[in-house]
């Protein structure tokens, strides 16, 4: 398998453009998740879908981002207007919870800088 | 709200010098505590999940144990390719999907 695909693998723009993050998680996995990485504050979950369907996204930080889930082999996250406390690398990850097992399984993740 | 806390936040070893990484968690109805390695640039890699206490469990260098209130990650004479940084994950109540994560133990080990 190719395991978890992100693109791009770096973005760099302008505060107030428009960013938009893809990935495409294991297939045959039911669950995906998008996670922010700093230096600052580690690791943290901004939300996650079961079979295309958002369950929590509490940790989503302002209304300027935003995630979909069209199909089970694509998700955005989208973060418009982007602003410079935006830069950190982005994680998607996935997962397939059956039979007690839960491991998630992460992709390269997208770098992104906000000048 | 769950808590995860690693020890030491780096740990330099000489090549052949066991060790071992700390991590406490405060999470509410632990449904599995996860261990992942991160090498710089890429994404965290799965290691192992222990699910109760008294769980053990091993992969070539490396052993993982938990408690009620922590967890071991034993290194057993390390090499330089063991170098990377260590997380650790709690996921707790009903959401098994909610992983909370330490900040992680930057294991640098010297030939």
């Known amino acids: 398998d190719a395991g978890v695909i992100q693109s791009p693998r770096h973005e760099v723009t302008e505060m107030g453009q428009e960013v938009t993050l893809r990935c495409k998680p294991i297939?045959?996995?039911?669950?995906l998740f998008w996670y922010r990485q700093t230096m600052m504050r580690g690791l943290e979950l901004l939300i996650y879908f079961n079979n295309n369907v958002p369950i929590d996204d509490s940790g989503m930080p302002e209304d300027r981002f935003s995630a979909k889930m069209p199909n089970a082999s694509f998700s955005t996250l989208k973060i418009q207007p982007s602003e410079p406390r935006d830069s950190a690398v982005y994680f998607c990850a996935s997962s397939l919870m059956r039979g007690g097992s839960y491991e998630q399984y992460f992709g390269p993740g997208t770098r992104l800088t906000v000048t | 709200e769950d808590q995860v806390t690693q020890s030491p936040e780096a740990l330099r070893l000489q090549e052949g010098e066991s060790s071992s990484l700390n991590c406490s968690y405060t999470?509410?109805?632990?449904?599995?505590l996860f261990w992942y390695r991160q090498d710089p640039g890429k994404g965290p890699e799965f290691l192992f999940t222990?699910?109760?206490a008294g769980e053990e469990k091993e992969k070539e260098r490396l052993k993982a144990t938990l408690t009620k209130k922590e967890s071991f990650l034993h290194i057993t004479a390390p090499k330089p390719e063991d170098s990377a940084t260590y997380l650790c994950?709690?996921?707790?109540?009903?959401?098994?999907?909610?992983?909370?994560f330490g900040q992680g133990t930057i294991l640098t080990v010297h030939p």
């Open positions: 994950a709690g996921a707790g109540g009903t959401s098994y999907g909610k992983l909370t």
């Open positions: 222990l699910y109760s």
């Open positions: 297939s045959g996995h039911d669950y």
């Open positions: 999470v509410s109805g632990l449904r599995g």
